[in-house]
Each structure stands twice: as structure tokens, then as C-alpha cells.
């Protein structure tokens, strides 16, 4: 059954003057259930975790711990393999940083990403092989700006320690093959890191059986709350690392022998979970996983495929023109509820700018993916619209009729003298 976008609708206070928001990637608007479920355990039964005895404290824990395991149920994996952290940028600079300190990356090693990927996969991965003495490489793009994944076995060699990389992009919306990179990885006895971040919130995800080995994505771009991610990790890997970062809730025991301090580290997730971790936001995040669940991951990805596909339709004309370019694939069915693009004569911003007083909310620029951009020729970025299950086919023709004005306009505008 297809989803019903219009009923899901009442769910989100935030569209009831009509606004059409297709700023999804970066960020997702909040259902009442998620605002209700933070409000009410916030209420009721909200203390600190793990270290109290008195019954809140207990109840809190308990919901907490819970939350894990929610949100492991929507990808594929049990509550220890789920560490609560910031967002996506905090979990994958935490891989980073546990693969370097736990001595998996040295010098003369090395790790690849992608041209693709966004500044929150490059830039830890850059921090870690400069402070390891690792060299970084990057698999490049085509024309379309998707990473060109049949060259891989070129850039792998047995120095690769790690291949990390985006899901689905934010700027193109291009898939990427998954399973068949990570195999390609594992040939190497590579680890795997994916950057989630527009994968979870729309579309089935299963990390184990995508082969992955870490992942990362953000409670705020699925209809959670903001300060909370996911660093979901394979537990035979999470159990051999030592955490980078200590402090309260990492350990079971330290002691004080012979004048040495000895640290026995709590199990994962916890020993990844330094200090009060975000408890409220747990709760939210494990609402929305499970609203999420109910509404389907699949029909969210063939709802938001209807959506792009009814857009870059009614924007064909424009396209055949030349009036307006694709930031990435020109065929629907190779994005996934993304489409980024630059329109002649008229510059991001102003297409921004145009949109928003017609009450429809894209994102404008660079979209943290400057290497990019430059290599699809758009330094100057792109106006991206990315849908999500509350957007209804209505929204995209609203889109579609707002750029073909916008079109004329800088038609007009570049014919006079
Ligand atoms: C592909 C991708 N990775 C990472 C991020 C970073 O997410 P956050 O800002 O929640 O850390 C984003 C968000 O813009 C993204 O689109």
C-alpha cells in the first residue's frame, strides 16, 4: 500500500500554514509523538542513568537501555551494537579516532574515501591518517559526480586499512553499491565505515547485511531530535577496541596498583559513551525509529522515488533547454529523494531566495561537499530539494511551477540589454 502522505501530514505542526519544506537532507521536521514522547519522559521519569539506585534513576536507565534497542531494530542489529552519540559528524570522527588510536591505521597505511563524500566522512579520515602518518586517497567521480566504483580494485592494495564512504549522496542523491565496495574492501582485510546519514531516514537498511563493519548517521535527519547520533558498529570489532575518549560510564573498574592506575573498560556500547549521554534525546530518537518502522522504510524510499521522478518530469523541459543542470545522474531512478541543480542566469541564492517567498524551503551552497561541486563544475553550489515522507506530489509540481517561473524570469533578465 502506498503511503499516505497527507494523513502523515497531521502529524507535523510545523506544515499547517501550507509550507513546503524540502530541506530534508538536511535536516527533518518533528512529529508530536517524538515531542511527546521527550516531554512526558522528561516529566515523569527523567534522572541521570546508570549510577543512581532510587527508582527514577532506575526508570530512566531502563528507557534509556530500551532506546537502543529500538533503534537497533530498524537497522539490523542488537542494542550493543548502537552507541549514542552527537550526530553523524561526532560518530564517524569517533571511528576515526578509535581506529587510529587503537593502532589499526599507521604509517605508510592507507584509507579511501570518496570525492562524493561529505565534509563529516572526508575530514575525520583526513585527521586520522595525518595524525597516524597514513596517506588518504580519494576515489573519484564521473562527470555525474558519482564516485566511480568500477575503478576500486585500482585504488585498493593491501596498504588499505579502511574504505569509507556515503550511502547516498546529499548532493546527487546517488546510491552506492554497498555490498559489492565492502566486499571488495574485505578482500583487503579493510574496515568498512558507511555514512549513513541519507540512508536510515529513507530507505531499508540493514548494516550487517550490507557487510559493513561501522556506521554513522543522526537522530535529526529521521524525525528525531538534534544532539543525537548513532555509531553502530559490528560487536566483535566494537568489543576489540579501547576507547579514545574515558571518563563516567566507560568502565567497570579502575583501580589504583603499585602506584598505576588500571582501567577495565565497560562492555559496548557503554565504554563508547563517555560521560551523561544524551537521555531525553534517546528517547526521542527511539520514537521516531519506531514510527520510522511502522510507516515502512520501504514505502518511504518508493515514496520519495515517486516524488523526484513526478519533479524531474515536470522539470524536463527545462533540462532540454538548458535552462537548468543536474547536480549528479539526470535519471530519476539513480537518486534517491534528492535533486540538486544550478539554473542558467541565476545563482543558488537567488533561486533560494525566489522559493522561500513562494513559501517552499530548499537548501542552497556548497552542501559540505566542496571537492564536489568543483568537480562537477558548480563552485558555486546548488540548490538542492530533498524530500521526505510528509511531502506530497502536490509539493513537486509547486516546486516544478516555482523554478519554470524562475527560469523565464532569468530568461528574460539575460535577453535584455
Ligand atoms: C551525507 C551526510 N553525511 C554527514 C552529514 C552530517 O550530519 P550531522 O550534521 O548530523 O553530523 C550530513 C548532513 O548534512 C550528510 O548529508
Redesign the pocket.
Known sequence: MALDCESLRSEFPQLEGGLVYLDN??STLKPRRVVEAMKSFTYRSYANVHRGIHRLSREASRAYEEAHERVARLVGGSWDEVVFLR????A?QTAAMLLAANKLIGPGDEVLVTEAD?H??LLPWLAAARMTGAKLKLLPVGPDGVPLWSRLPEYLSEKTRVVAF?H???VTGAVAPVEEVAREAHKMEAIVVL?A??SVPHMPVDFKKLGVDLA?F?G??MMGPTGI?VLWGRRDLLQELEPHMGGGGTVSRVKLEAGEVKVEWAEPPWRFEAGTPPIIEAVGLAEAADMLREVGPDRVAMHEAELVGRLMKALEPLAGEGLLRYAGPSEPERRHGIVSFTLKGMSPEEVGLLLDRRGIAVRTGL??AHILHDRISMPGGSVRASFYLYNCPSEAEALAAALHEAAERAKRRSSQP
Open positions: 537532507a538536511a550526530n553523524t559528524t561526532e564517524m561529505h563529516s566522512t556515503g547516498v549522496s546529499n555514512d546519514a541519507q554513522a543522526s535529526h535527519k547520533g552542501h559540505c
